[in-house]
């Protein structure tokens, strides 16, 4: 299917047991996108994949780091991590939401 509408699609946690974000995911063959929300004091533990990542926020404010820098960002910034590079995030606001853009392969967060 070419079309999605991410408001109606029914949302999961992204990767627990390492992260407490969720919402739902859309993947193609080699790419995917993530329409998150992240409760207050929570986030993802530091972790690295493979694929490369673009996050950007749209409410509220994350706090990230990616290897040695840290930086609060909110709505309209943007974080980009490259291939196996150290990140972690933290919700500083309830119900901040972000969307996420990963290249498909590698996914997965390697040091859980």
């Known amino acids: 299917m070419p079309f999605y509408n991410l408001n109606e699609m029914e949302g999961a946690v992204i990767s627990p047991g390492h992260s407490t974000a969720h919402g739902p995911t859309v993947r193609g063959n080699e790419l995917e996108l993530g329409y998150y929300t992240e409760p207050k004091d929570t986030g993802a533990k530091p972790h690295k994949h493979k694929s490369e990542q673009i996050m950007m926020v749209l409410s509220g ?15 309209g910034e943007v974080a980009i991590m490259t ?27 390697e040091n859980e």
Do not use: N, W, Y
Request: charge should be negative; charged fraction near 40%; avoid cysteine.
């Open 83 to 109: 291939s196996d590079q150290e990140h972690e995030q933290f919700a500083l606001e309830e119900g901040t939401r972000f969307v996420s853009f990963k290249t498909a392969d590698g996914a997965q967060p």
């Open 61 to 75: 404010k994350l706090r990230m780091r990616i290897d040695d820098e840290t930086r609060d960002i909110g709505p």
